[in-house]
Nanobody, 121 residues
Framework: QVQLVESGGGSVQAGGSLRLSCAASGRTLRTYFVGWFRQAPGKEREFVARINFSGDLNTYYADSVKGRFTSSRDVAKNTVYLQMDRLKPEDTAVYYC?????????????WGQGTQVTVSS
């Protein structure tokens, strides 16, 4: 069993930056994939980024955020981060982190509660 808690959301003007944190407890994320997703009102949940917690060699980003968002992890803190730069109003959404215990990056069994990101123009 893994519990995930997102933090770091807030309001920022277009072009600004935020860093989201996803703190895990209950189990180490060492063998997990961790994904970032977002959902805006009236829209489907969409994939944002994925990181292999064992290292930085298998990080993948959606085209909409590629070059602007960077995911990383701190093994000692059992935490994954999403650095968001050059934010756009269309990035406004609730952001969720999720953990995939299968290690395949496609079975996100554990989800956090989400954190709101609002980008104003």
């Amino acid at each position: 069993q893994v519990q995930l808690v997102e933090s770091g959301g807030g309001s920022v003007q277009a072009g600004g930056s935020l860093r989201l944190s996803c703190a895990a407890s209950g189990r180490t994320l060492r063998t997990y994939f961790v994904g970032w997703f977002r959902q805006a009102p009236g829209k489907e949940r969409e994939f944002v980024a994925r990181i292999n917690f064992s290292g930085d060699l298998n990080t993948y980003y959606a085209d909409s955020v590629k070059g602007r968002f960077t995911s990383s992890r701190d093994v000692a803190k059992n935490t994954v981060y999403l650095q968001m730069d050059r934010l756009k109003p269309e990035d406004t959404a609730v952001y969720y982190c999720a953990a995939d215990p299968s290690g395949l990056g496609s079975n996100y069994h554990y989800w956090g509660q989400g954190t709101q990101v609002t980008v104003s123009s």
